[in-house]
């Protein structure tokens, strides 16, 4: 098992460049979601999704979009990369019992700069 | 947006001493509270998490307390060795998805030898 594995490891970008940050899981979770970690303000969650097909909107979701066409798979786009979107970006995934979340596990992380 | 409230922000242990950090939550109606380590350059991972049909889950030197009526809960962390030096996240469910967590903002340890 890889477990969560995301692409690329660190990227640089110019003001209003657009790209997608690749995640994958082969543990046949349900439920996977994206974080932004910014120095002293924890993990904050961008949006998440609860099967292939469904999606939702966390604390901070403007700016991204995300789609989820596969069980495996869960992209997130930048649109418009802006200076404020710099930051370190988590994927995690888990299984969902009923509606009650359980163990997340985390991918190593994706660090952007935006210039 | 709902609120898990950490503290403290950091926190220096001699080796072999307790460590303590707290957490505060809003109202939840789910009912998973976990801690996660995270390493530098490294993704969190999931520590000790308990659900509070307890009022206390041990794991080795790890230790949570929960208190439902005050909507806290506590990671002690016994014998602290270099070791557990990390950032710590506590995290409460979603008001609105039980799937989702709020996480704290972190509680940076560094026990010293």
């Known amino acids: 098992n890889a477990g969560v594995t995301q692409t690329p490891k660190f990227q640089v970008l110019k003001t209003g460049q657009s790209m997608t940050l690749q995640c994958a899981q082969d543990?046949?979770?349900?439920?996977m979601s994206w974080y932004r970690q910014d120095p002293g303000m924890g993990l904050r969650l961008i949006h998440y999704?609860?099967?292939?097909?469904?999606?939702d909107q966390g604390e901070v979701p403007n700016g991204y979009n995300v789609s989820r066409s596969t069980t495996e798979d869960f992209p997130l786009r930048l649109l418009s990369a802006a200076p404020s979107q710099t930051s370190v970006y988590f994927c995690?995934?888990?299984?969902?019992?009923?509606?009650?979340?359980?163990?997340?596990?985390f991918g190593p992380g994706t660090r952007l700069t935006v210039l | 947006q709902q609120q898990v409230k950490q503290s403290p922000q950091s926190l220096i242990v001699q080796k072999g001493g307790i460590s303590i950090i707290n957490c505060a939550y809003e109202?939840?109606?789910?009912?998973?509270f976990p801690w996660y380590q995270q390493f530098p350059g490294k993704g969190p991972a999931l520590l000790i998490a308990?659900?509070?049909?307890?009022s206390e889950k041990k794991e080795g030197r790890f230790t949570i307390s929960f208190n439902k009526s005050a909507k806290q809960f506590s990671l002690h962390i016994m014998d602290s060795q270099p070791g557990d030096s990390a950032t710590y996240f506590c995290?409460?469910?979603?008001?609105?998805?039980?799937?989702?967590?709020?996480f704290g903002k972190g509680t940076s340890l560094l026990v010293t030898p």
């Open positions: 308990i659900r509070p049909d307890v």
């Open positions: 109202n939840t109606a789910f009912d998973y």
């Open positions: 995290a409460a469910p979603n008001s609105n998805s039980g799937y989702a967590l709020n």
């Open positions: 995690a995934s888990s299984y969902s019992i009923g509606r009650r979340t359980d163990t997340q596990y």
């Open positions: 999704s609860v099967g292939a097909g469904i999606t």
């Open positions: 543990m046949n979770h349900e439920y």
